[in-house]
């Protein structure tokens, strides 16, 4: 008997520990407004991110990327991948989708880019308001707290210039 009590004192306190971590934990950031669905012409134009990284997508499924926030994936096919959270400038292509939502979701517009001669690709999700929609995508490993958000509003420090 006073084994199964240690071993229930045990796991009680395993239990009640691991309770205390996971209350300590913090969610990850959340992406900006309500998740949208966007049209192919709502994404065509320029959009900039908090570092001033910005992407110009164009009407014909190009983009041009100076500087732009995101999680890149590069991916051949074999393997894992690798990961890279860095800034990136080039060109390539881009493709917006809405896939049906599934059961208590929302509809939402995922973004994919792909970097000209290269298997690096991006992804983001719209998000915002229908008036404002922006792209985001979480950076790096999710308990860092990171998300790259993409508008096409001017920010007060750009506004000027």
């Not at 998300?147 to 007060?156: I, K, M």
Request: charged share 20%.
């Amino acid at each position: 008997m006073l084994g199964v009590s240690l071993v229930g004192g045990v796991l009680c306190a395993a239990l009640s520990g691991c309770y205390s971590l996971a209350a300590a934990i913090h969610d990850p950031p959340q992406p900006p407004g309500t998740p949208q669905v966007v049209t192919d012409g709502q994404l065509v134009g320029t959009w900039r991110d908090e570092a001033g990284g910005s992407i110009t997508f164009a009407a014909n499924g190009t983009f041009a990327a100076t500087e732009i926030c995101g999680e890149f994936l590069d991916w051949s096919g074999d393997g894992p991948g690798q990961e890279d959270s860095r800034p990136k400038t080039g060109n390539g292509t881009w493709e917006a989708l809405t896939p049906a939502p599934f059961e208590e979701s929302t509809s939402r517009t995922e973004v994919t880019i792909r970097f000209s001669g290269s298997d690096v690709r991006a992804e983001y999700e719209a998000a915002g308001t229908s008036r404002y929609p922006e792209l985001w995508t979480y950076v790096g490993e999710l308990d860092d707290y990171n998300l790259c958000t993409l508008s096409q509003r001017s920010s007060p420090s750009s506004a000027g210039g």
